[in-house]
């Protein structure tokens, strides 16, 4: 981290109501000066094209969404983003293995990824060193980012929709719970592999959907969840909105049509179709349609 801050920032009204009770005014500009210090033109949350896909669905209970990626799993070398990863998860995971952010199937194979190849890259990389080294100024950042982004929504008429984890598997409500009652007119919301017994107290404005694999642990894991009433997504060798409509005994959500999981009706699974590195999976991970 930079020793002094260039940066001045100066937080607008909704941000300083937001943050009373759970902030000192002057601690908090510090920590966003440092993150954007650090950040420098690279924001925390962005878009994808399946967040795309819910931003322009339309219906008559719209959401405005973004997103945040960082180096899945252990692929940044600083820290394991996700713990309960598989293997199987590992090698094909979208964070690395699929459109914009594709490191190529060879490099996935040998666990050599370059986060300097591109600016996409770069800002990943970017993101994990802030959260590593001032968790702190990260989550003050988020703050303003997700203030901005409800803002957004708004304006437009719609609700504010936000994913803090589009690559990794961070327990946002343990590392930073103040995030769900400074927001609670947002709609949180992410895929898991973590245990049941490790979320099962989220915030009710954070809404989870847990994420198959090929390990019997993670099946397991994986049926607990759907009997307390959450879902599971699972990837199949499948073309989009091409899925089998029964799985393991239930029925089967099309997944690919939006990201907007926390619409899904409790007690299913997901459907997705195995995309980019996917196709190539051969450790079980990816499902029989």
């Known amino acids: 981290m930079t020793n002094q801050s260039v940066s001045n920032y100066k937080p607008n009204a909704s941000v300083i109501e937001r943050i009373s009770g759970h902030y000192e005014l002057s601690e908090f500009i510090a920590l966003v000066n440092e993150a954007r210090d650090y950040l420098g ?3 925390l949350f962005g878009t994808s094209y399946k967040i795309d896909l819910s ?18 799993s252990d692929s940044s070398g600083l820290k394991n983003f996700c713990p309960w ?54 989550i003050a950042l988020m703050i303003v980012e ?22 990794t598997d961070i327990l946002f409500e343990h590392v930073a719970p ?5 927001f609670s007119d947002v709609q949180f919301y992410d895929y898991t592999k973590a245990p049941l017994n490790t979320r099962i107290n989220k915030p009710a404005n954070y809404h989870l959907t847990f994420s198959f694999a090929e390990t019997l642990k993670n099946q397991t894991e994986a049926a607990k ?46 459907g997705l179709a195995a995309k980019g590195a996917a196709k190539h999976d051969t450790s079980g991970f990816v499902q029989a349609a």
């Open 178 to 182: 103040q995030l769900f009652a400074i």
């Open 41 to 43: 033109s690279t924001n």
């Open 225 to 270: 969840y759907v009997a307390a009433g959450f879902n599971a997504a699972v990837v199949f060798k499948a073309e989009k909105h091409n899925l089998p409509a029964i799985f393991k005994g239930q029925p089967v959500i099309d997944g690919d049509i939006h990201d907007m999981r926390f619409k899904d009706a409790a007690g299913h699974y997901i």
């Open 85 to 138: 990863a598989t293997d199987g998860c590992r090698a094909v995971c979208l964070g690395v293995g699929s459109g914009r952010m594709n490191h190529g199937y060879k490099n996935l194979a040998k666990r050599n990824f370059n986060w300097n190849k591109d600016n996409t890259s770069k800002a990943q990389l970017k993101r994990a060193e802030l959260f590593v080294n001032n968790q702190s100024a990260f």
């Open 55 to 72: 931003n322009e669905l339309e219906s008559n209970d719209p959401y405005l969404t973004n997103v945040m990626y960082m180096p899945p």
């Open 146 to 167: 997700i203030d901005k982004h409800a803002a957004k929504a708004a304006a437009k008429g719609l609700k504010a929709a936000t994913r803090p984890n589009g690559s």
